[in-house]
Every structure is written in C-alpha cells, then in structure tokens.
C-alpha cells in the first residue's frame, strides 16, 4: 500500500515500510548478463523497526525462493526468484493503471509488497536496519525522509535519492529498501525526497521540487550529519529522470553539480513505440499501457513529451558528472536507457551501464529474494563509493 507522506504513520505503517527496507540487506550471489562501461573526453522523528515475517510460511528450506507455476508467456527466460516475485504480484490481481484513477492506483499493491509477501513464503528473515530515520519538511509541499547510518563517523556523504512512480503513485514507503540500502552500503546520508505528483501537480511540478530538494541538501548538508562536498544522486524509474534532470539543471544554473549519478531504469523518452515498448505490452509490474497513463497523467499537454526534462534523449547531456545506469530485462523503458547510455557517453561523459537479464522493472531493491537485485546494488555501491570518497 501507498501512504501518504504529509501524514504521521501508525505503528503498524511503519513496521511495514521498515520490513520493506529490509528487502535489499540480505547476501545473495548473481551475475551481469549484459556489461558495457565507456569512458570517455521543521523535523519529526520516524520510529521504524522491521519484523520477522509471518510464521504461518511454506514449508522448505528457509530463504529458497521458487516459482510454482509456468512462466508467463511474456517472461520465457525469468529469472526463477524474479519469476516467484511476480507470480505474487499477479496474486493481487490488481486492475490495469489505464482502467483507474491516481487515486484508485495508489491503493493497489506494489512490486515491493510482492517481495515482501515472497519473503514470508519463503521464510527469508528480515536482517536489522543499520540507519536511522526522520522525516523532514524541506520546504511547503516537499519532506524527505532521512537516513544515516548507525555507525561511522560523520560527516558522512550524501546521497538524494528519488523514487519512482511514474510522478503519479508511490512514495518514500514503497521504495524504501532502496533507500535503507543505500545509506548502510554506502555509508552515506540518504535524502528520499517526497515530491509533489500528478495530476494533482502536473509538469514540471517534481522536476522542480527535485531540484529545490538538491539546492537545500547543498545548503543544508552539515545539519544533517553530510559533506556538501560530496553528494551524489540516484533515481528509480521517474526518480532516474528526475536525478539526471536535476544534474542538467546544476549544470545550467551554474550549481554544484553531483559527484556521480545512478539512474536505474530511468525514464529516459517518450517515444512508446520504442523495441522495448513493442515488446513489453503484457509485462508486470510495467508496460507500455501504464507508461502512457503515466504520460497521460503527469503531462499538462502533449507538448510536454517533447520537452527534454521528459526526453532526456534529447537533452544537452555535455558536461555531466560520471553515471551509472542500470537496466532491466522485461521492461517498456530498457531502450531508452540504453539510447540514454549512448547518447552520455557520445557527449564525453563516462557511463556505467549493465543490464540485467530475466528481470523486470522495479527489481532492484528485491536483494533478499532476487540475486540479481543484490548484483546490481554492488554496482551502484561500488561506483557510488568510488566517487564519494
């Protein structure tokens, strides 16, 4: 489920979203299937502890993570683990993104609430959380949730993460593994930031606050435990467009710009009759369909698709910091990310781009149950630990 972030959350909400962190911290071994790398010229306090999941699980061995039925026939080569995720995703039935309003979209499960439920099945226990949280209001409209580590010395670096959703669903909750993982692997303060969403709040209104959310950290990095001297930012999805969005406007504005980016299958285009489009017309969590309820939402008009904020192919890329990205399999965005991958490393900047095989959007912050969630993490751990030290 989706919770609103203007509000304080129950108890039980939060034992949720912490469980939901827990999702990345768990040790798994996977490999790359696709590898490219060029080089080239107010405050509130936010008490969350994770739970054991439910002891009513399956029996077999504790963290096996299985399928049980055939592969959907838009998934032949799943990952078996992506594939068990799934198959607990398609347990919610939930109704397609085009037949609901935002508002009826935010209440149906996630793709995290899948990995959790495939958690309990599995008897995959929930390591403890090394961070801790609090949430704060950055400015009217906009908070963030506020990660630092447990251990270390500060001042520590900073990372601004910014989730997905399409700008439309979804919250700090629903991608907070990523988060938690992020600051206990890298050892860094993690700003999620909560920005306004469609269509309450069209275009440009999150790429806005996205920016304003990276000009406070800068501003604002030594309250929070951080070095403004070293801040990354890292985007899933919407939030990967936002995160490049946001270096191109340091850029412009003659701001600091980051000192890497990591963008995880980010959108990056609006063209949807894209190879990947194309093929991913039936795929869960996402699929063409949904990527242009997406549009549909957030834009004002439909000349805001050509707008370079939005299609970030068409973007003045010159200049920008070093940048990962990470790809999915079965996903309607995995060519524009590559393009995006091209069209970086064309404009001499140095890009990190691996795509993973068997996977689907949204796979990244699934460490505990997906191998190839916990491969990718060490990538983006790894480049973001390079550049931060």
């Not at 285009?269 to 369909?289: H, R, V, W």
């Not at 949904?290 to 890329?317: C, H, S």
């Not at 590559?338 to 069209?343: A, N, P, Q, R, Y």
Request: hydrophobic letters at 40%.
């Amino acid at each position: 489920m989706k919770y609103p972030a203007s509000r304080s959350l129950p108890l039980s909400k939060l034992l949720t979203a912490a469980l939901a962190s827990s999702l990345l911290l768990s040790s798994c071994n996977s490999k790359t299937t696709e590898t490219e790398t060029t080089t080239a010229a107010g405050t509130s306090a936010d008490s969350t502890g994770a739970t054991a999941p439910d002891s009513a699980a399956t029996a077999g061995t504790p963290g096996a993570v299985k399928p049980t039925m055939a592969k959907p026939a838009w998934g032949p080569n799943l990952k078996p683990e992506m594939q068990a995720v799934i198959e607990q995703f398609m347990s919610f039935k939930n109704k397609p993104l085009p037949e609901l309003t935002a508002a009826q979209a935010r209440k149906q499960p996630s793709a995290a609430d899948a990995a959790m439920k495939q958690m309990r099945l599995s008897n995959v226990p929930a390591p403890p959380l090394n961070c801790d949280t609090v949430t704060k209001t950055l400015m009217p409209g906009v908070k963030a949730r506020i990660y630092t580590p447990k251990g270390g010395t500060a001042p520590f670096p900073v990372i601004v993460y910014y989730h997905g959703g399409g700008w439309v669903i979804a919250t700090n909750d629903t991608y907070a593994a990523s988060a938690q993982a992020l600051c206990e692997q890298v050892g860094a303060v993690v700003v999620s930031v909560e920005y306004r969403k469609a269509p309450e709040h069209k275009f440009p209104a999150a790429h806005d606050d996205a920016f304003a959310a990276y000009q406070y950290v800068l501003k604002n990095a030594a309250s929070m435990k951080g070095d403004p001297n070293k801040v990354a930012v890292v985007g899933e999805s919407a939030g990967g467009n936002l995160a490049c969005n946001v270096s191109i406007m340091a850029r412009d504005k003659k701001v600091a710009l980051p000192k890497y980016q990591v963008l995880v299958y980010p959108i990056a285009g609006s063209d949807t009759n894209t190879p990947s489009y194309q093929a991913n017309t039936e795929t869960a969590p996402l699929n063409k369909g949904g990527m242009e309820w997406f549009f549909k939402n957030y834009q004002r008009t439909q000349a805001d698709l050509k707008d370079p904020r939005i299609n970030l192919v068409a973007a003045n890329l010159k200049g920008l910091e070093p940048t990962t990205i990470i790809a999915a399999d079965y996903d309607p965005l995995t060519s524009e990310g590559k393009t995006l991958s091209d069209k970086l490393s064309a404009a001499g900047v140095k890009t990190n781009y691996k795509k993973y095989d068997g996977t689907t959007h949204e796979f990244f912050g699934m460490a505990a149950v997906v191998p190839e969630a916990k491969d990718a993490q060490n990538v983006a751990v790894s480049d973001l630990k390079s550049a931060l030290k």
